[in-house]
């Protein structure tokens, strides 16, 4: 229930109430609100209205939306208020210890107990490799040919399925064949139709963060596919997990969102692996395939979140300061910021100019011809292309992986 405190110097008495409830969509959360000016039953108002945040999903409890929606529903019975703070928490399960989260956070790491688990309460099994040390990553400031200015340990959540997958389809092929009509050669264009099954089994990840390119996301997920054969992440039990908490990155994602993630990602690869078998099949030159029925059926069999070791680092040399990352037990998965030097910008430089000619050669010869459409098509590709050229040049670093 709420009582009232006293407000700091030069401010009037606040009316607080403190709740705890369980949300809409399950979470069970710690709810308190502090009002001024205090006025007699304001206490027992808000702690009703906090009560009623519980019709709320988690996500809505968060902003200034829910403060401005209580301050009205306040004024509304007769109690209106200069100051209104809402604080929103979680607590662990095991330990109670209040637990500051985001809204899209689904699985947290205990700082205080290493109880790990989803924001329901449910435990949840937690994989880890063991990060690469620091003087790894001094080394490879080094080999960078520069020196390491900082570095941060951050163990970033990637959900990892084993799925399998099978799809029957029926493709029609467009192909060319070309044949001798005399002394002449005759292109001629058919059809085909062709069907078939196709099926996959593959190890999956899923970074679970809902800005995984931050992170280099591609580096990740290929570094996580070739270590997981190699040699699997240990289960981290409670105590080994509590040191770890700080530099743990919480999960964005949950794991039926992985899950339907992978089933997506394996669908568009069994769809791709029917075009290149129908195309294989034609007897000439493929222009087009078309799947014109795909039925894929794909079975998650397992999925288990795995935290990756990843080291943020900067490091300085002549030109500048640059950064980069490490990825695993011995940073084995590296990419990079390097310097653009002024050979490669000269070079950048000149293809540009050199294209700009040619574009502009090309189109004048074929606008003569009448061949205008064509003419504008390669104006445009030339165009992107200096574009491109040009945008290089003046970038100020490149990547590189190491």
Same mark, same amino acid.
């Given at each position: 229930?709420?009582?009232?405190?006293?407000?700091? @110097?030069?401010?009037?008495?606040?009316?607080?109430?403190?709740?705890? #409830?369980?949300?809409?969509?399950?979470?069970?959360?710690?709810?308190?609100?502090?009002?001024?000016?205090?006025?007699?039953?304001?206490?027992?108002?808000?702690?009703? #209205?906090?009560?009623?945040?519980?019709?709320?999903?988690?996500?809505?409890?968060?902003?200034?939306?829910?403060?401005?929606?209580?301050?009205?529903?306040?004024?509304?019975?007769?109690?209106? $208020?200069?100051?209104?703070?809402?604080? $929103?928490?979680?607590?662990?399960?095991?330990?109670?210890?209040?637990?500051?989260?985001?809204?899209?956070?689904?699985?947290?790491?205990?700082?205080?107990?290493?109880?790990? *688990?989803?924001?329901?309460?449910?435990?949840?099994?937690?994989?880890?490799?063991?990060?690469?040390?620091?003087?790894?990553?001094?080394? /490879?400031? *080094?080999?960078?040919?520069?020196?390491?200015?900082?570095?941060?340990?951050?163990?970033?959540?990637?959900?990892?399925?084993?799925?399998?997958?099978?799809?029957?389809?029926?493709?029609?092929?467009?192909?060319?064949?070309?044949?001798?009509?005399?002394?002449?050669?005759?292109?001629?264009?058919?059809?085909?139709?062709?069907?078939?099954?196709?099926?996959?089994?593959?190890?999956?990840?899923?970074?679970?963060?809902?800005?995984?390119?931050?992170?280099?996301?591609?580096?990740?997920?290929?570094?996580?596919?070739?270590?997981?054969?190699? @040699?699997?992440?240990?289960?981290?039990?409670?105590?080994?997990?509590?040191?770890?908490?700080?530099?743990?990155? &919480?999960?964005?994602?949950?794991?039926?969102?992985?899950?339907?993630?992978?089933?997506?990602?394996?669908?568009?690869?069994?769809?791709?692996?029917?075009?290149?078998?129908?195309?294989?099949?034609?007897?000439? @030159?493929?222009?087009?395939?078309?799947?014109?029925?795909?039925?894929?059926?794909?079975?998650?069999?397992?999925?288990?979140?795995?935290?990756?070791?990843?080291?943020?680092?900067?490091?300085?040399?002549?030109?500048? /300061?640059?950064?980069?990352?490490?990825?695993?037990?011995?940073?084995?998965?590296? $990419?990079?910021?390097?310097?653009?030097?002024?050979?490669?910008?000269?070079? &950048? #430089?000149?293809?540009?100019?050199?294209?700009?000619?040619?574009?502009?050669?090309?189109?004048?010869?074929?606008? @003569?011809?009448?061949?205008?459409? =064509?003419?504008?098509?390669?104006?445009?590709?030339?165009?992107?292309?200096?574009?491109? =050229?040009?945008?290089?040049?003046?970038?100020?670093?490149?990547?590189?992986?190491?």
């Amino acid at each position: 229930m709420g009582v009232l405190s006293q407000a700091p @110097s030069g401010l009037s008495q606040a009316a607080t109430a403190f709740v705890a #409830l369980t949300t809409r969509d399950g979470r069970l959360v710690y709810l308190s609100a502090a009002a001024r000016p205090a006025r007699p039953g304001l206490e027992q108002a808000l702690t009703s #209205l906090l009560y009623e945040l519980g019709r709320r999903d988690f996500a809505e409890l968060h902003g200034d939306r829910i403060r401005l929606d209580l301050s009205r529903k306040l004024r509304e019975i007769g109690f209106p $208020v200069e100051e209104l703070e809402i604080t $929103v928490s979680l607590r662990c399960p095991q330990c109670a210890a209040s637990l500051q989260l985001s809204p899209e956070t689904v699985v947290y790491v205990c700082p205080y107990c290493g109880w790990a *688990g989803d924001v329901y309460g449910r435990v949840l099994k937690i994989l880890a490799w063991p990060p690469a040390p620091r003087s790894a990553v001094e080394r /490879l400031a *080094g080999r960078l040919g520069g020196t390491l200015v900082s570095a941060e340990l951050r163990y970033v959540p990637v959900w990892v399925a084993g799925a399998e997958g099978a799809a029957s389809y029926r493709a029609t092929v467009t192909y060319v064949v070309t044949r001798q009509h005399g002394k002449q050669t005759v292109s001629e264009r058919r059809r085909m139709s062709v069907s078939g099954t196709v099926s996959a089994k593959t190890i999956e990840p899923v970074i679970a963060r809902l800005n995984a390119e931050i992170f280099g996301a591609e580096e990740i997920t290929e570094w996580v596919r070739s270590a997981w054969a190699l @040699s699997k992440p240990k289960e981290l039990s409670a105590e080994e997990a509590k040191p770890l908490a700080g530099f743990i990155l &919480a999960p964005e994602i949950g794991k039926e969102g992985a899950a339907s993630i992978v089933v997506d990602t394996i669908e568009d690869n069994l769809a791709e692996k029917a075009k290149a078998e129908a195309r294989a099949r034609a007897p000439g @030159s493929v222009e087009d395939v078309v799947l014109n029925e795909f039925n894929p059926k794909v079975n998650v069999e397992w999925i288990h979140l795995v935290f990756v070791p990843y080291w943020y680092f900067t490091y300085r040399r002549p030109e500048g /300061l640059f950064v980069g990352a490490a990825v695993g037990p011995e940073a084995s998965s590296r $990419v990079a910021e390097a310097p653009l030097s002024n050979m490669r910008r000269a070079a &950048a #430089l000149a293809g540009s100019w050199a294209l700009s000619l040619a574009t502009g050669a090309a189109v004048e010869s074929f606008t @003569s011809v009448g061949l205008g459409e =064509l003419a504008i098509l390669i104006f445009f590709f030339g165009l992107a292309g200096v574009y491109f =050229l040009v945008r290089t040049a003046y970038k100020p670093a490149r990547r590189v992986r190491k």
